[in-house]
């Protein structure tokens, strides 16, 4: 019996032995939980609301309420909050529980389940380390993100379920981020599901100077399920798929390439485990999988592990739509609240107004659509005033044209994206330039250029795949065959997708040493 199978028992057998002057419970008096049984992952189920059924469990009416109470706590604090891969039991069945063994089989019947393969790896070095980790010395960050994803756990469930992907793949959102939307990473990787710019165009998100989606929850929840659904289909396993989500498509189609022979009669997911142990992938990648199977373990036994995770209202909202160049601030005048709450519905609009060329589907707080368009067309035109046009001076600095409008030089970059300005800070004469007012600078964020990473360029021997190429495309393009640039990248299907980087000159050997240094 594992250590994750006694805490219960122990826990339980010490609550009857308090009870144990108690005269005997009426039939009924105790209450246990059964989960369905004979249910498939993945099937319909109502983990999509932060409070399932598992959590609504009926109280008992006797001298062991605190039994009752005792089993809440420990078995179903952390799936009421991050669901479970069961589908809810039509109703809590009470049974009576007449000793500890009893009690011990009824708690045995809740133990949390995975729709990914957690109990076949839950030993493994490299997972222990990651539950030795997260349980100890980064408790509190680990805390911090469990709490931050219990708002968006129900939306990133239901879209990962919707396209066939176990519900459990959530967790790589705790690893990669924390579940913030604003997360950013020294690679320049955005948001959420840390998406590159490349990928993330790839993938259908819009990223410009005024949107980048890569921050906004549902867009990059259904960009990350299309990922993952297209990376599962090229490798045939989740854990290879999470793998290549990591660390590239490329780099383990050629690790699996090279390692081919010893991987004879083993499964997709223990290929990974395998790959691993080689120098054929990254040190972070090669924890990248262990550190998903631990988050899971951990934050379905959240209460086990002595975490604390509160419930919250799921991530939900009404939409509006508004003209080009409306101030953020504008907006939550109309719905009734406050900046930071607009804000937070709309991480992805990055310069605190609409983008300044067309209309603009807005996220405003649930239940003022209705009210939001008569207190909309109410407001003055300075109040939806998000900038105002300038044309520059000769002589005119940078620093002297924002003191002017009481801002600073960087907010000005932030509406022009192309201000042309010599090395002395004098701006040059003649542009226009948008000098943005209070009311957009209240709401925008202040995050580096979402285009740092260039899309669609070749460098080092390597080809960025663009929406429409193929495989036979690229190879025309370079001189090359179909065979040629699948043998340099270990494809065994002739399966690419936008963002992609493929190498497209070198030998295989020589490939898979730049692409180590370069993916």
Known sequence: MTLLRRLPLVLLTTVVAACGTSRGPAAGSAVGVSPARGKKPNESRESTTVHTAAGQLVAAQSTHDSIAVSIRDVMSGARAIFGDTLTPAPAPTIIAV???????????????????????????????????LFSGSARQTFQRWMQQGVRYMPMIRTKLRSRGIPEDMSYLALIESGYSPHAY???????MWQFMTRTGRGMGLRIDWWVDERRDPIESTDAAARFLDHLRDQFGSLYLAAAAYNGGPGRVARGLTRIDDELQGQNGDDAFFALADTRLLRAETKDYVPKLIAAALLAKNAKRFGFDVDSVKPFAFDSARVPAATPLTAVARASRTHISVIRDLNPHVLRGMTPPKDSFTIRIPKGRADSFPVIFDSLTKKELTAYTRVVTEKGQTLKKLAAKHAIESNQIRWYNPKLRVSKSGVLVAGQTVLVPTANAIEGAFDVPNPEIERYGTTASGRHIVRRGESLSIIAKRYGTSVSALMRLNGLKKQVIYPGQSIVVRGSARRSTRTASRSE
């Open 98 to 132: 007449s000793d500890s063994l009893s009690a011990d089989a009824s708690v045995e019947e809740v133990e949390p389940t995975w729709d990914i393969d957690v109990r076949s790896y839950e030993t493994h070095d490299r997972v222990q380390k990651y539950v030795s």
């Open 185 to 191: 990473s020294r690679a320049a990787a955005v948001g």
